[in-house]
């Protein structure tokens, strides 16, 4: 490996550590309202803590992953195939640890989406199947949560036991994330759409205008599927582009040249801040009104009117 393959590039060491103070700053912001949250009262405060401390901790991992210098996980800037124990690279600790850290954000990062659609699910079966047993939002929440964390911890394991190299880790990572951005997608687009149906209903019922619990709603679609759809597809293509260049040529170092693997990195981690910050946004002026006008139920201008939700789901509709 020569120098000129692993040196850091000028535009790289900018570009990361604007990407890092980026996250660190919104970081800052989500501690601070997290910390207003939970001085809150009413049964909505678990919920938005959860958003506030999933956003907290995404951009708490980012920033660390972006403003510790490159050269303290390994010697490469661009990623390099290394198996675990190698004694002629002792830096595959360090790049198995930018790995591990690197998989960690985007966990916390799909686990807020993962926490909106399970309360939506919960919500809609309400209405829906009235009747139906429904589970502990928080439950299914934890538990799918976990089974992604298991599936990470497979892939170190592989690693670990020298299964494949952290090629290997990249691959199983970008085919896990492009499958579960694509559920995300699909997930999305059919609770919106009943969600929405509900919320008219409800208005219609109440005599009352739940138009803007509509438009969040439809933000959070048309924001959300944009992210994932564009996550699925990068991480799709990137998933391809190894499998073509190991099948041909054994490896998959050609591929990660400077130039694509800058593109990947501002792509995939710009968009994150995006939709980061639009759940900052999307939080606050839920609960700007909530504060300006009293805390008042969807479809409901009396706590005595039927059909409206409870506040606990409030925030889910956001």
Request: aromatic share 14%.
């Amino acid at each position: 490996m020569s120098s000129e393959e692993i040196r850091e590039t000028s535009f790289e060491t900018i570009s990361d550590t604007i990407l890092g103070l980026t996250f660190l700053g919104i970081a800052l912001v989500s501690a601070k309202r997290m910390s207003w949250s939970t001085k809150q009262g009413g049964s909505e405060t678990t919920v938005v803590t959860a958003f506030y401390s999933l956003i907290l901790l995404t951009s708490s991992l980012r920033s660390i992953w972006f403003l510790v210098p490159n050269s303290v996980w390994e010697p490469s800037y661009t990623p390099t195939a290394v198996m675990a124990f190698d004694e002629n690279y002792p830096a595959w600790i360090g790049s198995f640890l930018s790995e591990i850290l690197l998989s960690a954000g985007s966990l916390a990062l799909f686990s807020i989406f993962i926490l909106i659609l399970v309360y939506w699910a919960d919500i809609l079966k309400k209405y829906f199947y009235p009747g139906a047993r429904r589970s502990r939002p928080m439950m299914t929440f934890a538990t799918l949560v976990v089974a992604l964390v298991l599936l990470e911890i497979l892939n170190a394991a592989l690693f670990v036991f020298g299964i494949y190299s952290t090629e290997g880790m990249i691959l199983f990572n970008a085919l896990l994330l492009s499958t579960v951005s694509l559920v995300c997608v699909v997930e999305i687009t059919i609770f919106s759409h009943r969600f929405r149906t509900v919320l008219k209903t409800l208005g219609a019922i109440n005599q009352v205008s739940t138009e803007s619990q509509v438009k969040r709603i439809v933000w959070i679609t048309v924001t959300g599927n944009l992210f994932f759809f564009t996550r699925a597809f990068l991480e799709a293509i990137f998933a391809f582009l190894l499998l073509s260049y190991w099948h041909q040529y054994g490896s998959v170092s050609m591929i990660f040249s400077h130039q694509l693997w800058d593109i990947y990195i501002i792509l995939k981690h710009w968009s994150e801040v995006a939709i980061l910050c639009l759940m900052l946004y999307i939080l606050q002026s839920r609960f700007t009104a909530v504060a300006r006008e009293g805390y008042e139920a969807v479809g409901e201008s009396k706590p005595s009117k039927q059909g409206a939700l409870s506040e606990e789901q409030q925030p889910l509709v956001v």
